[in-house]
């Protein structure tokens, strides 16, 4: 049986023109899509998502998101991805994340 994880990067990996690469720190996953990276993930469920400020105040103020604990001031945020039914709420993020990226390359 998959993870949430598995089944997270499963479904990102389908995005156009992705790019999955060891991250900054040590056993980080990167992805990226034009050459710049819009989240990366620390072990098996902690996330940090690039977000525009607009999306980043909505998913904090809603409890989707949790501030970045050593970026507060940048446009990443954090997520924790414990169980199946948290799937549908990470990949929303993710995806605008990934569109936000893209369209600034």
Request: charged content about 30%.
């Amino acid at each position: 049986m998959n993870s949430p994880m598995e089944l997270f990067v499963g479904e990102i990996i389908r995005f156009p023109d992705i790019q999955e690469t060891e991250g900054e720190l040590y056993g980080e996953r990167s992805f990226r899509v034009g050459g710049k990276e819009f989240l990366h993930i620390h072990g098996s469920a902690t996330l940090h998502i690039l977000l525009p400020r607009r999306i980043k105040a909505e998913a904090l103020a809603d409890g989707r998101a949790h501030q970045h604990p050593y970026a507060p001031r940048s446009g990443l945020v954090e997520l924790r991805l414990l169980k199946e039914d948290e799937l549908p709420r990470v990949l929303e993020l993710a995806k605008k994340s990934y569109g936000y990226v893209r369209d600034r390359n």
